[in-house]
C-alpha cells in the first residue's frame, strides 16, 4: 500500500531533490577523509556544482508545496492525496537540510581535529622564535632539530599546512600585538572559492580577513570566503 502511494504522488523531483542532497553529503565529506585520492579538489569542484543543481531542487519542491498547499486551502473537497505529498515534499525539504547542517558538523570536527594535528609544528615554530629571535624563513628550518618532519593535515582534500612569515604593512587594521608568523590550510570547498584555515601565534583575528569573515574553530580561524 505505502510503496503503490509512493509510486503514484511521489514526484521526479521529490527522487531528484533527495539524490541530489545525497551526492552533495558524499561529495562534501569523502574528501575530509585520509583516503589517498589525487581526485579530491575534483571531487570537492563536483560538489559545489551538485550543490546549485540542489538549490534548484529545492526551489521547484518549495513552489510545488506552495500550489499544493493552495490548491488544497481553496478547494471545496480537501484532497487528501494532495496533502499527503505536500508532506512528503516537506520531508524531502527538511531531509535536504539536515543533511547540509550534518555537513557542517563534520566540517568542523575536521578542522578541529587539524588543530590537534598541528599542534607538534606550532611548538616547533614558537620553540624556533624563541631561540632564535625570529621567526623561520621556511618550515624546512626546522627539520630536523625542532621536529622530526613536517606534518601533514591528514585530510586528503587539504594535505599541506602552509607557512608564511607576516609583514605588518600587510595587516594594517590589526591592533596589539602582531603574529609574527602564520599556519594554514588552503580549505577551498569548490571553484570560485578561497576559504582559509588560519592559526596566529597571537590567536587573535579580527572577524573580517582576506575577503571573508572569520569562525573560530579552538585557537584557530576559519575564513570563509
Request: glycine share 4%; hydrophobic share 45%; proline share 4%.
Amino acid at each position: 500500500m505505502i510503496t503503490n502511494f509512493l509510486n503514484k504522488n511521489v514526484n521526479k523531483e521529490m527522487y531528484l531533490t533527495f539524490g541530489l542532497a545525497c551526492a552533495h553529503f558524499c561529495t562534501q565529506t569523502i574528501p575530509l577523509t585520509n583516503f589517498s585520492s589525487s581526485f579530491a579538489s575534483d571531487i570537492l569542484t563536483l560538489s559545489h556544482i551538485i550543490f546549485i543543481f540542489l538549490l534548484i531542487a529545492v526551489l521547484v519542491c518549495f513552489v510545488r508545496i506552495v500550489f499544493l498547499v493552495t490548491a488544497f486551502l481553496v478547494s471545496k473537497f480537501r484532497d487528501i492525496v494532495k496533502l499527503k505529498e505536500t508532506i512528503f515534499y516537506a520531508l524531502i525539504i527538511i531531509s535536504t537540510v539536515g543533511l547540509v547542517r550534518l555537513e557542517g558538523v563534520l566540517r568542523y570536527e575536521t578542522f578541529a581535529n587539524i588543530t590537534v594535528k598541528a599542534q607538534p609544528l606550532i611548538k616547533a615554530i614558537s620553540l624556533y622564535v624563541k631561540e632564535n629571535g625570529k621567526a623561520p624563513a621556511r618550515l624546512s628550518d626546522l627539520v630536523p632539530k625542532y621536529i622530526k618532519k613536517i606534518p601533514n593535515t591528514e585530510v586528503s582534500a587539504y594535505p599541506d599546512f602552509v607557512y608564511g612569515v607576516l609583514k605588518r604593512e600587510d595587516f594594517s587594521q590589526l591592533e596589539g600585538e602582531f603574529p609574527l608568523w602564520e599556519l594554514k590550510v588552503e580549505c577551498s570547498i569548490g571553484f570560485l572559492n578561497w576559504d582559509v584555515f588560519i592559526y596566529w601565534p597571537t590567536e587573535k583575528y579580527p572577524s573580517n580577513i582576506y575577503g571573508g569573515s572569520t569562525e573560530l574553530i579552538r585557537n584557530w580561524a576559519y575564513v570563509h570566503e
